[in-house]
């Protein structure tokens, strides 16, 4: 037999099954199994599994950045006396009252997002950038174009003991789904992060349960229920709401937090990159990593 006819001849064991890796795309597997035996690319089972699902595809958006809008007003940046309504503490109304008064109705709120830092939860929920799901039966990914990425398991496992988790800015969350409505509980956050720009923080105690689901075709509603021992009173439910971007090719600009970093604070203070500063500059990092980074090319 010639090398052709073997090679032709055994080509008829060989399966191809292209395995969809639910994020990042796909990869070929290739595995010497005889056409006699090749096994469904995907079982009865789990074809209905993934019918039970809701249809969460597309890109959207928030309806402000403001974490609160129940008194009608959506971003601090454009209302100067926006602000959030938690059942706070005495001593913790007061430090949010007084930094709304000293910082941020005087123009000098400092974001910590212009210095890179991630927004947490549950701050990456009222973002004003697209974000999109990516539902299977066993996780729900929310795909954020700064990038970031929100992790929420849905195969049943437990909650890990307090000893196996430590603050995150995004925190641990577990979610099931009660029919189409997606019921999510985070816990493990780091304490003292800015929801939005008017400097409202929680407790590193704070837990989150969180009801998302579709309300039309083109709105969604995410109803966040927060309980925190160490700064409120009772309870505090918030309504964030999201609308479907109409675009004909809807897509997320990946561009991490760094690649919009035009904002350094230098003496407490928000400064401004001009265009030409980027420009002379030999590599996008400082000088001072730049130097011990890369070599000195022509630039």
């Known amino acids: 037999m010639s090398g052709f006819a073997f090679m032709k001849s055994n080509l008829k064991f060989l399966r191809v099954t292209v395995c969809f890796a639910a994020l990042f795309g796909a ?72 930094f709304l008064t000293d910082v941020v109705r005087q123009g000098k709120f400092t974001d910590p997002l212009s210095a890179a830092y991630p927004a947490g939860m549950p701050r990456m929920m009222t973002l004003p950038y697209g974000f999109q799901f990516v539902v299977s039966p066993e996780m729900v990914w929310v795909v954020h174009e700064h990038p970031d990425v929100r992790f929420i398991y849905t195969d049943g496992r437990a909650m890990p003991p307090a000893d196996e988790l430590w603050p995150t800015f995004d925190g ?23 929801v939005d ?30 309980e925190d021992p160490v700064s409120m009173t009772q309870p505090w439910t918030v309504v964030r709401r999201f609308n479907k971007r109409n675009d004909a ?14 904002n350094p604070i230098v003496n407490g203070e928000t400064q401004t990159i001009l265009e030409s500063d980027v420009t002379k500059a030999r590599t996008p990092y400082p000088d001072s990593l730049g130097r011990v980074a890369v070599p000195q090319y022509p630039h």
Request: proline residues 8%; neutral net charge.
């Open 249 to 262: 090719q809807p897509r997320l600009e990946n561009v991490p937090d760094i690649d919009n970093q035009r």
């Open 197 to 226: 720009r008017t400097g409202l923080a929680l407790s590193g105690q704070a837990k989150l349960t969180e009801r998302i689901r579709k309300t039309s075709d083109t709105t969604m509603e995410d109803v966040i229920t927060i």
């Open 27 to 98: 990869a070929v597997c290739i595995s010497p199994v005889p056409h006699a035996f090749a096994a469904e690319t995907m079982s009865t089972a789990r074809v209905q599994a993934y019918a039970k699902l809701p249809d969460w595809s597309g890109v959207w958006v928030g309806t402000g950045t403001l974490f609160d809008q129940s008194r009608g007003a959506l971003n601090p940046n454009t209302n100067p006396n926006a602000r959030d309504y938690p059942p706070f503490k005495p001593e913790w109304e007061a430090a949010y009252t007084k």
């Open 172 to 194: 641990y969350s577990l979610g099931h789904w009660e029919g189409d409505t997606l019921v999510v509980q985070t816990v493990s956050l780091k304490g003292y992060v800015p």
